[in-house]
């Protein structure tokens, strides 16, 4: 189980691959197993935006949600105790971060 993060500067064609490639803005795909392992620690509530990720199922985020999970990633890193963890969860803020301040844009958390 992994996540690849993908920010696209509008809505990706997830149906098709090659189609999706048009929108992407910028990706991190060496963190995925690390990620899925973190986001495993957050409630399985709905509680939080960032518990809202599906492991097994693609989820998107546009820029309002991802403003809003920006604001759960200083408790996260908190929690962070080993170097790979701590990572995957440095690289997801830098990707929300910058889906916050990209008007249309998407953030695509891609399953194995």
């Known amino acids: 189980m992994g996540l690849e993060l993908e920010l ?3 809505r990706p064609a997830n149906s098709n691959w090659k189609k999706s490639r048009t929108t992407l803005v910028m ?3 060496d963190h995925g197993n690390a ?4 986001l495993t620690w957050l409630p399985n509530d709905g509680s939080t935006k960032l518990s809202l990720i599906d492991p097994w199922r693609d989820t998107l985020f546009n820029e309002q949600e991802a403003e809003v999970a920006l604001k759960e990633i ?3 890193l908190q929690r962070c105790s080993d170097p790979r963890h701590a990572a ?5 803020e830098q990707l929300l971060r910058a889906c916050s301040r990209t008007p249309g844009s998407y953030l695509w958390f891609m399953s194995d």
């Open 88 to 92: 995957a969860v440095q690289d997801l």
């Open 35 to 38: 990620l899925a392992e973190v």
């Open 74 to 76: 200083p408790d996260l």
């Open 8 to 10: 696209h500067s509008s």
């Open 27 to 29: 990706g991190s795909y």
